[in-house]
């Protein structure tokens, strides 16, 4: 059984860089087929997809954000990490991880983490 | 960019009722189309893929239907675990979410 685990700070000055890391467990992350993602929903709000790397190195953004962000791999702690720079307080969001797999009918998340708040404060 | 737009935001329903729940995409998007559940505090949970594919363990109360543009999530007689927020993806032109629609009772 394939689990994600978010961690990062909490709190974040504006301005500053967001950065979060995915643990994956269960499952390779260098393993083909899948994309790993990050997923952000702003208090009571709807779903935001943010960017997503496939293939151990491949990277795709949200073209709003693409600018600001970052999203890299590691694969030998079998993780993947996002930073997002020159944060505002309309960044402050749950920010998920979540795996996809191609399922031929474009991409559908079938692994998500618990996801984790970043508030955005000084 | 590909606008997934939900309908409607919020319902109230009753244990037992018939629930529907409609999704438009901006443009044709084939059955590019999944539908998920998400409940308080916890992340969203898959329920069909491919507009009409139900996923594994998803009771078959929950049925999805529809192409192109215009899609149906359908839910034959609520249960009391099915109140929740349901959320459509398109996975036409990577990946955009509709707003959400509430089920509430």
């Known amino acids: 059984q394939v689990q994600l685990q978010e961690s990062g700070p909490g709190l974040v000055k504006p301005s500053q860089t967001l950065s979060l890391t995915c643990s994956v467990s269960?499952?390779?992350?260098?393993?083909?087929?899948?994309?790993w993602n990050w997923i952000r929903q702003h208090p009571g709000k709807g779903l935001e997809w943010i960017a997503y790397s496939y293939n151990s190195g491949s990277t795709y953004y949200n073209p709003s954000l693409k600018s600001r962000l970052s999203i890299s791999v590691d694969t030998s702690k079998n993780q993947f990490s996002l930073r997002l720079s020159s944060v505002t307080a309309a960044d402050t969001a749950v920010y998920y991880c979540?795996?996809?797999?191609?399922?031929?009918?474009?991409?559908?998340?079938?692994?998500w983490g618990q996801g984790t708040l970043v508030t955005v404060s000084s | 960019d590909i606008q997934m737009t939900q309908s409607p935001s919020s319902l109230s329903a009753s244990v037992g009722d018939r629930v529907t729940i409609t999704c438009r995409a901006s443009q044709k998007i084939s059955s590019y189309l999944n539908w998920y559940q998400q409940k308080p505090g916890k992340a969203p949970k898959l329920l069909i893929s491919a507009a009409s594919s139900l996923q594994s363990g998803v009771p078959s109360r929950f049925s999805g239907s529809g192409s192109g543009t215009d899609f149906t999530l359908t839910i034959s007689s609520l249960q009391p675990e099915d109140f929740a927020t349901y959320y459509c993806?398109?996975?036409?032109?990577?990946?955009?979410f509709g707003g959400g629609t509430k089920v509430e009772i």
């Open positions: 269960g499952g390779s992350i260098s393993s083909g087929g899948y994309y």
């Open positions: 979540a795996r996809a797999h191609e399922s031929g009918y474009g991409l559908r998340f079938d692994y």
């Open positions: 993806q398109q996975g036409y032109s990577t990946v955009t």
